[in-house]
């Protein structure tokens, strides 16, 4: 018989969390747009970064970069943005991941990778804005 393990619930306090969800919940269905103009922000900063950082032969695959709305599945996530190639770019993931025959050039990843605080601060920047209190 497997023995039950207790694990301790780990509690953390949040200053400010409640007057924030109060404030977002003010915005009403203003809320969902300020939470996509503000995923939107995000996600333009890593097209830029990845645009930047793409492998250049044809400049097929840079240039077919563009962001999508994705379909929401989870409840908790509200607004979701995705960096997604366009048509005729069918070579965007073998070169983000190498193949067999070919070393992996990645664009995609490092441009998320370095710029998470960048992003951090614009979704954040512009929820501020949304509930007016622009710092």
């Not at 953390?12 to 919940?25: F, Q, S």
């Not at 996600?43 to 709305?69: C, H, M, N, Y």
């Not at 025959?101 to 960048?118: C, G, T, V, W, Y």
């Amino acid at each position: 018989m497997a023995k039950r393990v207790r694990v301790k619930k780990l509690k953390t306090h949040i200053e400010g969390l409640d007057e924030a969800i109060k404030l977002v919940e003010q915005l009403g269905n203003a809320a969902a747009e300020a939470l996509d103009k503000a995923s939107t922000a995000g996600a333009e900063i890593v097209l830029a970064a990845a645009k930047q950082k793409a492998p250049v032969d044809t400049g097929l695959l840079r240039d077919s970069l563009t962001l999508k709305k994705s379909k929401v599945r989870k409840p908790n996530i509200k607004s979701e943005h995705v960096v997604t190639r366009g048509k005729g770019a069918a070579h965007f993931a073998p070169v983000e991941l190498g193949t067999s025959k070919m070393k992996a050039q990645p664009f995609l990843r490092p441009a998320i990778d370095e710029n998470k605080k960048s992003v951090a601060k614009v979704v954040t920047d512009e929820l501020l804005k949304a509930i007016g209190r622009v710092t």
